[in-house]
């Protein structure tokens, strides 16, 4: 059991990628505490364990202080933070105010600082480490999720910043993800129709499931990583075929 007997945190941890990330944690050995506003559904459970939920707003400082040091008394340290609770709605620059865009960036950048810096001391103790959930929409042009994809930019940064501050006790690493298939997947890509067509501009074929990410979650929280900080792992199955491909090829013959 790669993680047999540490403490990690999951932030978003109640469903789609996060719950994918919990679960493969949970398999490892972990004690897993999953946060969120919401309560999920159901238990995150894997290999007969289930995670532990706490209702958390992670967009409060004073709440998330309180939670880490509440985690400090009862669990007594962590091993592991995975900042992967965020999201964004289909909205065009133009169309939406500065507020709205600024909450954007404040639960996609901001909150995985404030989360950070109240775990610090804990990771620091246990010599643990971070991993920021990133996303190719930090890296490439992202029409109606502009101010997403600036946040991921920076929390790709962000990162790796931290990885020399606070090195060598904490490692802390980015997972950059493309498109996954979670249970919410039809409200991006549409039908199974749609869902085809665009794990089909996916050189490996398909979209992740949230237990690949899971996977590679593990791993760089393990000791096989050990040696791994201020990475950025990319999970996104080869990349998006490039357009000009397509365009430039549509005329010549076989």
Not at 122 to 134: E, K, P, Q
Not at 139 to 149: E, F
Request: aromatic share 4%; net charge neutral; proline share 6%.
């Amino acid at each position: 059991m790669e993680l047999d007997g540490r403490v990690a945190v999951i932030t978003g941890g109640t469903r789609g990628v996060g719950a994918g990330i919990a679960r493969a944690f949970l398999e490892a050995g972990a004690d897993v505490v999953v946060c969120a506003r919401r309560p999920p559904d159901r238990p995150v459970t894997a290999a007969g364990r289930t995670a532990a939920y706490a209702p958390l707003d992670l967009r409060e400082p004073a709440a998330v202080q309180d939670f880490f040091d509440t985690l400090a008394r009862t669990r007594g340290r962590l091993d592991c933070l995975v900042n992967n609770a965020g999201g964004t709605p289909y909205r065009l620059l133009a169309d939406g105010g500065a507020e709205r865009h600024a909450r954007v960036l404040q639960l996609n950048l901001l909150a995985p600082l404030t989360a950070s810096l109240a775990a610090h001391p804990l990771l620091h103790a246990a010599r643990g480490s971070v991993l920021m959930v990133g996303s190719v929409s930090g890296s490439r042009p992202s029409p109606g999720t502009a101010a997403y994809g600036a946040a991921k930019a920076g929390t790709e940064h962000l990162a790796r910043s931290m990885a020399v501050e606070w090195a060598p006790e904490v490692r802390v690493n980015t997972l950059v993800l493309g498109m996954v298939r979670t249970e919410l997947a039809h409200l991006h890509y549409g039908d199974a129709a749609g869902l085809a067509a665009v794990a089909a501009t996916v050189p490996l074929g398909r979209l992740a499931e949230p237990a690949d990410v899971g996977a590679a979650a593990v791993f760089l929280a393990s000791d096989r990583a050990g040696y791994v900080s201020g990475a950025s792992l990319l999970v996104h199955g080869g990349g998006e075929r490039p357009a000009f491909l397509d365009a430039a090829t549509v005329n010549k013959e076989d």
